[in-house]
């Protein structure tokens, strides 16, 4: 059976995979299993930051592979203390809790804003996470609740009470469901993802952390994929100049391996206490190990190349007939195209460029540090392919 026979036969049917098997990858190149060459605008959905087989990271990992891959959370290891001591020192957020995706990273955050709320309360009247319309946060069920899109709330209830969903930008909204409930937090995406690449207007997201302060409810910014250097600043929530309560990430900080990262500020720092929250391979070595390697080099030589690159891509789309709009931030950005997207990530893949779509749009989120003569083969194709309406 070949490799695609194999996974349609064996793996559960959750992905409509392109039908193409990746063999091998060597920074933003990947090849299938004919040989086929691709340059990949897609990077694992925004985690392989510094593109495939990044040696620093693979020396990290193999090095605490040997060293000690694995211990429990009974013990303390070097890598996770060091991790969580670089995020804090990078973003002002005072503790760490490392879980392994991005919705587990979300449900830490929820807990520890309940939590919060339980403190001072005394009961659980503050329980309500107020998220937004169009966000994604999982598919954990706690976070497909989190998640504002009908479309996540079929087939798998009961699901998980106490989110109310607001329209994004729309700070009367907020506030008006601030009031019918008792919330405990506000979580949000600088910039929806998933959810078709749209950013956040700076006087909302300013709005909301002004209304977590009145309300002493923790504004919490997921970072999932918007985090690591991806919007051109470590974190989105830099480009807005608020500083969030807690900030959760994943992908592109684990460097191929599975990480999520819960960052908790001066509020709910000591929130969660012993047995309040674990994980059997949160925080684990070798993947901190990997995970400081990665975060070490996001450094404003880094940054101003993402910014640099992001305007490149920009300037190179820019004008193509049939291109609508284009949005988002950094290196992460959304085209709203005439032509169907999943009919130009089609023909774009035939001629060797991967990308990803969001909604209805064309979603880029190449790696950080993709050679700009690389960037500029592929979009021209995704150009060609645009304008072929
Ligand atoms: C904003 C956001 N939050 C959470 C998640 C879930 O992350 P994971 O798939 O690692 O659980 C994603 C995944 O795409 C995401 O984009």
């Known amino acids: 059976m070949s490799i695609i026979e194999t996974d349609h ?57 040997d060293a000690l891959p694995h211990s429990s959370n009974l013990y303390h ?36 804003a309940r939590k919060y709320a339980y403190d001072k309360y005394g009961d659980e009247s503050h329980s309500t996470v107020i998220t937004l319309k169009n966000s994604f946060h999982g598919r954990t069920l706690g976070m497909l609740s989190a998640t504002g899109q009908d479309h996540f709330h079929r087939f798998f209830g ?42 956040l207007n700076y006087g909302f ?14 504004f919490i910014v997921d970072e999932v994929q918007t985090g690591n250097g991806r919007s051109g600043r470590l974190f989105s929530y830099m480009n807005f100049e608020r500083q969030p309560d807690i900030v959760t990430t994943a992908k592109g900080l684990g460097g191929g391996l599975p990480i999520g990262a819960c960052l908790l500020g001066e509020k709910a720092e000591n929130t969660l206490g012993y047995g309040d929250h674990g994980s059997t391979f949160g925080g684990n070595p ?37 291109l609508k709009s284009i949005s988002g931030m950094g290196l992460m950005l959304g085209l709203e195209t005439e032509r169907s997207a999943g009919e130009i990530a089609g023909a774009c893949l035939a001629r060797g460029v991967l990308v990803l779509t969001a909604k209805a749009k064309v979603r880029l989120l190449p790696p950080l540090t993709i050679g700009f003569e690389e960037l500029e083969k592929a979009v021209s194709i995704l150009r060609e392919e645009i304008e072929r309406v």
């Open 9 to 65: 036969q064996y793996v559960a049917n959750t992905y409509k995979r392109f039908p193409v098997a990746l063999v091998r990858g060597k920074g933003a190149k990947a090849w299938d299993e004919n040989g086929k060459e691709y340059i990949d605008l897609g990077s694992g959905i925004a985690v392989n930051i510094f593109g495939y087989g990044d040696e620093k990271w693979k020396q990290a990992v193999t090095a605490q592979l």
């Open 158 to 199: 009961p699901f998980t009470p106490g989110f109310v969903y607001a329209e994004a930008n729309n700070l009367s909204d907020v506030k008006r469901l601030s009031e019918e409930n008792g919330c405990c937090a506000v979580m949000v995406e600088m910039v929806q993802g998933e959810g078709g690449v749209m950013p």
């Open 77 to 112: 290891t070097e890598p996770c203390g060091k991790l969580a001591k670089m995020l804090c020192e990078r973003t002002g957020m005072k503790k760490v809790f490392f879980a392994n995706s991005g919705a587990e990273a979300n449900e830490c955050a929820v807990k520890a």
């Open 205 to 218: 997201v300013k709005g909301i952390w002004q209304l977590c302060k009145e309300k002493d409810m923790l």
């Open 286 to 322: 070798a993947v901190c190990a990997g995970a400081i390697s990665i975060l070490e080099r996001i450094d404003d030589a880094l940054l101003q190349g993402v910014r640099e690159r992001s305007a490149f891509i920009v300037d190179k789309l820019n004008g193509a007939k049939g």
